[in-house]
Structure formats: C-alpha cells, structure tokens
C-alpha cells in the first residue's frame, strides 16, 4: 500500500482529524492530484471555516485547476485573517491568468473550448456569530432588529405584509470590521453566506459582468435563506452621473435590477453591502427594498479592542501580567487593522532582543504600550473626509450617525 493510499484510509478512519486531512491534502498536491488535494482542504474549511493555510492551499489548488475568481477569493480571506501568510507571487499570479483572455479556453472531453469564466460564487455558512465581537452591543441589536428577528419570527413580519429580504448597507473607516461584522450575522443567524468580491463580478468583456451578477444572485436565491454579501459595493454601485463607459452603466442598472428581484425572487435573500465613501454610491441603491438601511461601523471601542488584542496576542510568547486593558485605553479610534499594526511592532521589538540573547523574550505592556506611541490611527484620514459629507450632504439625514460620533469623540 502507498503513502498516499494509507493516508486516505486514516483520513476515512478518521473523519475529524484535521492535522491527517492536511497532510493527505499536502501529499496529494505534491503529486500534483489537485482536485484531490482541494476536496481534502474543503473538508477542512468546512470545520474551520477561516483556517488560513488551507485557504491558501485551496488558493493554490484551485489555481491550478484554473478556477482563478475563486482561488483570489480564497487567497484574499486567508490573508485578510492572518497577514503573515501573504504569498505576493501567488497572488500576481492568480490576478495575470484571469485577466489573460487566454485563460477562458477550458480543456474539455472534445478538445479546447471557448467558456466563459464565471465564478463560483464562495457559499459558506460561518461558524462566527457575535459572540466573536467584543463591543458593539448598539451595533448588533440594530442588526438584530433589521435582519435576524425577521428571519426567527417572518409569521410576524408577514401578517403585516413586510417580506424578509431587502438590504443593509454599512458603512465606515476601512479596517473596522465590516466584512466580519457581515459574516458573523449570517453566523448568528445560521444562515448561508455568500461573499462578493469586485473581481467576482467585472469582466473585460461586454456583457460579461451583467451575467456574472446575476449568477451571483440566482446562487444566493438557490441557498435562500442567505445573505449575498459585496464588499467595496461603491466599485459597483457608483454614481451613474460620474461613469464615463456606458457598460458601467449598464451594471449599475443590472444590479439595482437584481435588488429589486423579479417577482419576488429575492425573497429570503439578505443583499448587504460594506463601502468606506458611502456617499460615492449611487443614491438609486439607498431606496427600500434595495440598500434601504444604511449603518455605521465605527473604530471599535474600548471592550472590542481589548478583544482584538487579546486575539493578536493569542499564541504569542507574552509575560504573564499583560494588560490588554491597558493598552485598549490608550488606542481609541484604532481601527482593527491598526491594532494588528501596533501587536506587529510591539513583536519586532521583543523578537529584536530575542535574536541578540538567543532566549525568547516575551511581549510586555510596556512594548505595545511604546508601540502605541508610534501608531497613528489610520481612521483620522477616513473621519476628515466623512465630515465634510456629513456636514454638506446630510439632507436625508443619512450621516447622523457619523456626526454624533464626530462630535462626541471631538474629531472637529
């Protein structure tokens, strides 16, 4: 018996072993068995949703098969969980074989073929829930109040004739959370979650993106209840008065016309969407039914942050009196990412005195506490230019929420 036929058979043995599927999974990649090796790792994923290496080995696989919309998803959510696995050559190449118009021709039974590169869109249901976030607590009872007591009880919302659907869109400084926030509700709900990037959806060729667009959404309604979730959603939803291509246009069209959902089509179909400059979306997707609720995803406050360093810290050689408190008190307005930045200095420092002694030093307080000195929130940036629009453009009343933050954080 071989190497790889006794691994298979531990693995079949051993169903919830993660560590042995890994290992099939590597040795089955090795011998260049990528379908394979991708079953293997979906496995995985469907234990560990938000495992990082075997996102990236999926990347890999599904590179290789050239399945390249879906390898860049999976690359982008590995890295966006755990930056120290960024692979830049990977990914380059992913992003050169879609954008090769050479990269549509699929071998199939009778010979080359022309195909259209669609993208299977990533459908998952998230083993997250709000119990993941720290804080927040107003934030998640609106969403409580929005989406999922309409899912627990749509009897309720029936009998006054109001459908469970419709859209939310959040809004707020990049780096915040709002793709997590998005996944952990479907998580809290038990739902299926379908992400949506930009690449998932723009195509060079005429018409390629509509019909992308509305694969995404017939998905979604074939997994209903879900929520169909697009990030950088301004990137599809822009301002029809400022798009010079009339095939821009034409997919801002479509997707206010996959909103809308063809006879009730959408039923049971959540769209939410996420964008730092809220106010460069066009305003036809902020009616109801479409994006009709629109929310703020501030900086996370003091209790999130405490949580957030107490998950980058987590693994990490640290002395046993660290006050993640501490250091969640003098970060206010860091974005998450920001945090990540700060834990990262906070590790070279210690890790600089580990390589001079050749004995691990552990992180202390008085590290991130100096690190915290040299991080400068990158939600200032964000929060200058909000304010503008707040100020000037807040007719509807849609800023309100930024504004009272602006105030009360003094921001200007």
């Known amino acids: 018996m071989t190497d790889l036929e006794s691994l298979t058979d531990a693995v079949r043995a051993l169903p919830e072993n993660l560590?042995?599927?890994?290992?099939l999974a590597a040795e089955l990649e090795k011998a260049q068995r990528f379908d394979e090796s991708l079953e293997q790792l979906e496995a995985i994923l469907a234990r560990a949703t938000d495992d990082p290496p075997a996102l990236i080995g999926a990347a890999r696989c599904l590179y290789e098969v050239g399945r390249y919309a879906e390898a860049l998803a999976r690359y982008d959510h590995a890295v966006a969980g755990s930056v120290g696995l960024a692979d830049a050559a990977l990914r380059d190449r992913i992003v050169k074989a879609q954008a090769d118009p050479r990269a549509r021709i699929r071998l199939v039974a009778d010979g080359p073929k022309?195909?259209?590169d669609h993208p299977a869109a990533e459908v998952e249901k998230p083993a997250l829930s709000f119990?993941?976030?720290?804080?927040?607590?107003?934030?998640?009872e609106k969403i409580r109040l929005r989406i999922l007591y309409p899912l627990k009880r749509p009897d309720l919302y029936q009998a006054f004739g109001k459908k469970v659907g419709g859209g939310l869109l959040f809004y707020g400084p990049p780096g915040c959370g709002k793709t997590f926030l998005a996944r952990a509700t479907a998580g809290e709900a038990g739902i299926h979650f379908v992400a949506v990037g930009i690449d998932e959806v723009l195509d060079m060729w005429l018409g390629q993106s509509e019909k992308r667009l509305h694969e995404l959404f017939r998905t979604a309604r074939a997994k209903a209840p879900a929520i169909l979730f697009f990030d950088e959603v301004d990137a599809l939803g822009g301002k029809r008065s400022g798009l010079r291509h009339e095939s821009?246009?034409?997919?801002?069209?479509?997707?206010?016309?996959?909103l809308d959902g063809a006879q009730g089509q959408s039923d049971g179909v959540l769209v939410m969407g996420a964008t730092n400059a809220p106010w460069d979306v066009d305003s036809a997707f902020r009616r109801p039914g479409r994006f009709g609720d629109v929310l703020f995803v501030p900086p996370p406050d003091l209790r999130a942050r405490v949580e957030i360093l107490k998950l980058k810290l987590r693994g990490k050689p640290v002395v046993p009196d660290l006050d993640p408190a501490e250091i969640a008190r003098v970060t206010e307005l860091f974005s998450g990412a920001d945090l990540d930045h700060l834990v990262d200095a906070a590790i070279e420092t210690a890790l600089a005195e580990t390589m001079r002694s050749g004995?691990?030093?552990?992180?202390t307080t008085a590290d991130l506490l100096q690190a915290a000195k040299k991080v400068r929130p990158t939600t200032l940036e964000w929060f200058s230019s909000a304010k503008n629009f707040a100020t000037y453009a807040n007719e509807s009343g849609q800023y309100d929420e930024v504004v009272e933050y602006i105030k009360r954080h003094r921001l200007g």
Do not use: M, N, W
């Open 114 to 116: 022309l195909v259209p």
């Open 359 to 363: 004995v691990v030093r552990p992180i």
């Open 248 to 258: 821009y246009r034409t997919l801002v069209t479509q997707f206010l016309s996959e």
């Open 19 to 23: 560590p042995l599927r890994r290992q």
């Open 131 to 140: 119990a993941d976030i720290g804080g927040l607590d107003e934030l998640k």
